[in-house]
Nanobody, 121 residues
Framework: QVQLVESGGGLAQPGGSLRLSCAAS????????MIWARQAPGKGFEWVSG????????DYADSVKGRFTISRDNAKNTLHLQMNSLKPEDTALYYC??????????????WGQGTQVTVSS
């Protein structure tokens, strides 16, 4: 079955960086778009970023554009999210998701358990 395991979360200072990773298994990783989303305390689920199955295109929420970079390694079945210039409002539980096909980057068919990111001084 589909398994998505996030890692790399933790505590960062405002202006700092973190790199999230997602290890995927149970499906052909290179056939699917992949997605990052987050949920902050007391707030709704927010789509953050997505990437085509072949990595040829990416998309970002306005709130993270220019600060976050999504990437993937199809040889290692791994998805990443490089987060720079972190802000306190980036504090959330971050989820890795599998898309429903190769190119739709805003709809997920499965999610991992999440990794916590806390941005605070």
């Amino acid at each position: 079955q589909v398994q998505l395991v996030e890692s790399g979360g933790g505590l960062a200072q405002p202006g700092g960086s973190l790199r999230l990773s997602c290890a995927a298994s149970g499906f052909t990783f290179s056939n699917y778009a992949m997605i990052w989303a987050r949920q902050a305390p007391g707030k709704g689920f927010e789509w953050v970023s997505g990437i085509y199955s072949d990595g040829s295109a990416t998309d970002y929420a306005d709130s993270v554009k220019g600060r976050f970079t999504i990437s993937r390694d199809n040889a290692k079945n791994t998805l990443h999210l490089q987060m720079n210039s972190l802000k306190p409002e980036d504090t959330a539980l971050y989820y890795c998701g599998r898309g429903i096909d190769a190119r739709r980057v805003r709809i997920s068919g499965a999610w991992g358990q999440g990794t916590q990111v806390t941005v605070s001084s």
